[in-house]
Structure formats: structure tokens, C-alpha cells
């Protein structure tokens, strides 16, 4: 769990000639708060004053703030990817606001508009105290678009506000309607986590089937059906044989039960003419 700072928030008043000022901030005792917030209740709704009800709630909530009831911390749960910058700038919550304005709801609506946010809870503990709890999105790759990279969760969404250069270690995805099926075939990809080692990008070939292609810059072609259990008969022919340190371009999982591997078969260059 980590603490929010708060900015501070100044309040000036004009002070009298025969006003001292105090050494330390005056708190009304919570009892002498809510039974004075009672009696000025009965007494507007006597005489009327409940008409300008709006007046009434700020002069309640000044005293609530008077007693203590006032916001001087925020606890973020959660929270590993999100700045102070934006939650501050979402919350718009000062030290010092009365803890009994805070509308919870539009706060965690606010919360929620960040990118890096996939949903959010807030809690008012009383007397001074904001809890936010987070529920971030979890970084899954990047997809790669005709204006650079973007990283994406789980749910193939983008992460607005992220910084792709920080998660090049994640593998790339490529493809029409790729981002949103990804999730998938990384899961299975992992299941044979020495070969998953060296995925450097995943790619959608045509909406049906995957090509994983390896840092090595070999393309496993992997089959529309079961392409995890191709890729762990893979795994298992790794183990054997070490296939992937050959000079090959391509191995060809889309047959059941057969393995096609593509020699890497450099292009000469053209003659010259006499």
C-alpha cells in the first residue's frame, strides 16, 4: 500500500484587530458538531431557511471540517504503473477538503478514465482518510500498427498513456483482429516456457491461424486446430534434436503428426552483363 501527497491547499482569512490568531487549528467535538447540525436542520426548516438548502450544506460541511472531518490522507492499493501525476489530476482532491463532500462515485469514474486503470474502488474512512483501490490492466504485448507500437492487455485493449519502449521484452502482435486473440495463444505458447524464450512476435495469417516467428528469425507455422499442441510436439522435438539452431527459415507445424522445415536458402545476387 502506498500514500498519495496530497498538495496542500492555503486558505486565507481576514483577521480583526481583536481576533488573535490561533497557535493550532481549532476541532469542535464531534457530539457538539452533529447535534449543532441538528439543531440548525430544525431550526431552517422552522423558519424557512431549508429554501436555500445549498447554503446550509456548505456551513455543515465547513464545520464538519472544522471537527476533523477533513481529508489529510490518501492510501493507493494496487497500484504499480499509474503515476501520482495522473491520479492527482484525476481525484482533484486537496488537503484540507471536507471528507463528507467527496462524491465516491465520481471520483472512481474519474479514477477510471486513466489508461493504465481498469477499474477502481474508493473508500472513505473517517476521520481523515481516502482509500483507492486499483485493479490495473496487466501489460500483454505489443501490437504493432501502421504508426508504431502500442501496448495492449489482456483483453487485446490498448493501455493509453503507456510507454511501449518499456515493455519491448513483451512478444509483438501482428494481424487483423490479432490483438483481441492473442491472450489465447501466448497461454499456450508459455506452457513450454524454454521455447517461449525466443517468441520475439506472434502473427495472424489470414483471421484462422498463427505464425510465431523466433528471435532467431525462424517462422513456426502452427495450425489452425490444436496450435498448442503443435507447438508442444515442438517442444518435445526441441528437446531431441535442438531443430531451432539449424540454418532454417521456416518449420511447417499445419499438417498433423508431419514436420516440414524450410531451408534458409540465401538469394544470390544478380550477374552483371558483358
Known amino acids: 500500500m502506498r500514500r498519495l501527497n496530497l498538495p496542500f491547499r492555503t486558505v486565507q482569512k481576514s483577521v480583526g484587530k481583536s481576533e488573535a490568531v490561533p497557535q493550532q487549528k481549532r476541532r469542535l467535538p464531534l457530539r457538539r458538531l ?3 447540525g441538528a439543531l440548525l436542520f430544525i431550526l431552517s426548516v422552522g423558519t424557512g431557511l431549508y429554501l436555500n438548502r445549498d447554503a446550509f450544506k456548505a456551513e455543515l460541511l465547513a464545520l464538519s471540517a472544522e471537527a476533523g472531518l477533513q481529508v489529510e490522507f490518501i492510501d493507493i492499493i494496487g497500484r504499480n504503473h499509474t503515476s501520482d501525476t495522473a491520479l492527482l489530476s484525476a481525484l482533484k482532491i486537496q488537503k484540507g477538503m471536507p471528507i463528507l463532500d467527496l462524491d465516491l462515485q465520481a471520483l472512481q469514474n474519474a479514477v477510471e478514465t486513466i489508461g493504465w486503470v481498469r477499474a477502481a474502488r474508493i473508500e472513505r474512512h473517517l476521520p481523515q482518510k481516502l482509500r483507492v483501490i486499483l485493479d490495473e490492466r496487466r501489460p500483454m504485448a505489443l501490437h504493432q500498427r501502421d504508426t508504431g507500437h502500442v501496448l495492449i492487455d489482456r483483453t487485446g485493449a490498448a493501455i493509453a498513456g503507456a510507454d511501449p519502449s518499456k515493455f519491448a521484452h ?18 499456450a505458447l508459455k506452457t513450454e516456457p524454454e521455447l517461449y524464450s525466443d517468441v520475439w512476435a506472434i502473427q495472424l495469417v489470414s483471421g484462422r491461424r498463427w505464425d ?7 517462422a513456426i ?18 528437446q531431441s534434436s535442438n531443430i531451432t539452431a539449424r540454418d532454417v527459415s521456416a518449420i511447417d507445424l499445419r499438417i498433423p503428426d508431419q514436420l516440414i522445415v524450410e531451408p534458409n536458402i540465401p538469394v544470390s545476387a544478380a550477374g552483371q552483363k558483358t
Open 34 to 36: 452533529f447535534v449543532g
Open 212 to 218: 510465431v516467428h523466433l528471435r532467431s528469425g525462424i
Open 221 to 238: 507455422r502452427l495450425p489452425e486446430r490444436d496450435p498448442g499442441l503443435a507447438w508442444s510436439r515442438l517442444a518435445r522435438i526441441e
Open 170 to 187: 513483451l512478444p509483438v502482435v501482428s494481424g487483423q483482429n490479432a490483438p483481441e486473440q492473442a491472450a489465447r495463444l501466448l497461454d
